[in-house]
């Protein structure tokens, strides 16, 4: 049996390595996904202030801070047990929107649209955004526009651009101002041009890459994320919901820590990223995905009129619901069209620019549960305190670790039908690589768990000799 290690996988968010198991024969035999670094976020805030969580947990990921203090502000508004002010409601979902939009972009135009606009053989010297630049250079400056869009709204609302600390526990700090709004606005209309051209550029190419959206990570899952009453595309408000791979609705309404009923969390011995499973079906059958390709497969409609018709389109591809993970860049392309439309509607609705925007309170439970949709898909904070405001216990359950078992069994199933024969070629280990691009996966967020990896740390003097080792399996 031979060992193929790939390290480090290129062109996502975070470190982390593939090995491919190959017999005699040269088939792959198995494959595995290690996650390599560890953040320990869940034991570093123990002790603090619940009313620091916020801004504590942004620092977690430079990529997308804004989901994490979301979910946190409202893990904290639930041990408040406040109302919050609706306009600040709306506020915090303008800035998750253009935390999406920027994130997506991220993704689709500097990390895999390499793959998809010069092939998956091309030289991987020019695989990359400046190769993007050399070959479309309005797709270039489209993928670096659309970022600098959503992050500059990120910045009129909160000051900067990177971890912003203005939602808080209660609401927002601050109220949106008439210049602030009108700045915002002048910036729509290019972001929605960019959003058209990069969809219909995409449908055109998609026939190019059977191979790959008959092969990557295309098999039957549940699917979970967050739905509403309307049956649109939840992404800030809603409950849990569960749909089997037929698009038939297994579990649903689940809120607080509810959640704990339906999700479990599993270590493996070889990477620092949980595995989450669907408990009702034990691990790892209970194996599920979320993030965009979950969220168009759990909602109706997207709920604004371009995104809708894209919507309808998308829907076309399969009767039920649509499996190749290859459509994870489809659908977040989509949301991006959606996440335009909705923040001009959100602004320009006539209490936007209302003053009312936090609710003080002390705490009221003990216990709070807090959740959104990150780019990547469903986010969980969980936090219980001491009589003294104080966090003696935190869960993150981040979107990666639920596409774990899926991105595993992704690489496993692309790597049996291009990795073959004794003689390795570039392009069929880039596809290895690309299927974990195409979920997406933000390492920097999602590895909190200590504790659960072998690990083997060796003491050498300056000669490079062995002087001590220390081991844990």
């Known amino acids: 049996m031979q060992k193929i290690t790939i390290e480090p996988v290129t062109r996502i968010e975070g470190h982390a390595k593939i090995t491919l198991h190959v017999d005699d024969s040269g088939n792959v035999q198995d494959a595995r996904f290690h996650v390599t670094q560890v953040r ?33 502000a409202k893990a904290c508004d639930a041990i408040l047990a406040v109302r919050i002010p609706e306009t600040a409601q709306k506020l915090r979902r303008i800035m998750n929107l253009a935390q999406i939009v920027q994130s997506h972009a991220l993704s689709f135009f500097h990390l895999s649209s390499p793959d998809l606009l010069l092939g998956m053989e091309s030289d991987p010297a020019k695989r990359n955004i400046l190769g993007v630049l050399a070959a479309n250079p309005q797709m270039a400056r489209d993928g670096i526009r659309l970022r600098q869009f959503g992050q500059q709204i990120i910045e009129c609302l909160g000051g900067k651009r990177i971890h912003p600390g203005w939602i808080v526990p209660g ?149 039920h619901t ?25 602004l320009h609705d006539p209490e936007i620019l209302s003053k009312h925007v936090r609710a003080f309170a002390g705490p009221n439970n003990y216990e709070g549960v807090g959740g959104s949709e990150a780019p990547r ?58 299927v974990v691009r195409a979920f997406d996966p933000c390492l920097s967020c999602s590895t909190h768990a200590l504790g659960q990896m072998a690990m083997h740390i060796e003491l050498r003097g300056p000669d490079g000799a062995l002087l001590d080792a220390l081991g844990r399996n």
């Open 40 to 72: 320990g976020f869940e034991k570093i805030c123990e002790g603090r202030p619940f009313t620091e969580m916020p801004a504590l947990m942004a620092r977690i990921c430079g990529i997308c801070p804004v989901s994490h203090l979301i979910a946190s």
């Open 377 to 434: 898909g469903t986010l969980i904070h969980h936090y219980k305190i001491d009589e003294n405001g104080l966090i003696t216990s935190a869960n993150l359950v981040i979107a990666t670790g639920h596409n774990n078992l899926a991105i595993n069994k992704g690489v496993l199933q692309v790597a049996k039908h291009f990795v073959k024969g004794a003689k390795l070629q570039e392009g069929m280990l880039n596809r290895v690589e690309a």
């Open 322 to 346: 649509v499996l190749s993970s290859f459509y994870y860049h489809y659908a977040r392309l989509i949301e991006i069209l959606f996440a335009v439309e909705r923040i001009d509607q959100l």
């Open 171 to 319: 609401g927002v700090s601050e109220p949106l101002t008439q210049e602030r709004r009108d700045q915002i606005m002048a910036m729509l209309p290019e972001a929605l041009a960019i959003s058209h051209r990069t969809l219909t550029w995409f449908k055109s190419q998609i026939e190019s890459f059977r191979k790959e959206i008959r092969t990557f990570a295309n098999f039957p899952t549940l699917f979970m994320g967050l739905a509403n009453e309307e049956g649109e595309l939840a992404l800030y408000k809603g409950w849990i919901r569960f749909i089997d791979a037929e698009g038939n609705i297994i579990a649903d309404h689940i809120n607080g820590p509810e959640y704990q009923n339906y999700i479990g969390e599993c270590g493996e011995p070889d990477s620092y990223l949980k595995s989450t499973y669907y408990k009702p079906m034990g691990y790892p059958e209970g194996i599920y995905r979320v993030g965009p390709l979950a969220r168009l497969n759990l909602c109706k409609r997207i709920g604004t009129p371009r995104a809708d018709e894209e919507f309808a389109e998308f829907r076309e591809l399969e009767r």
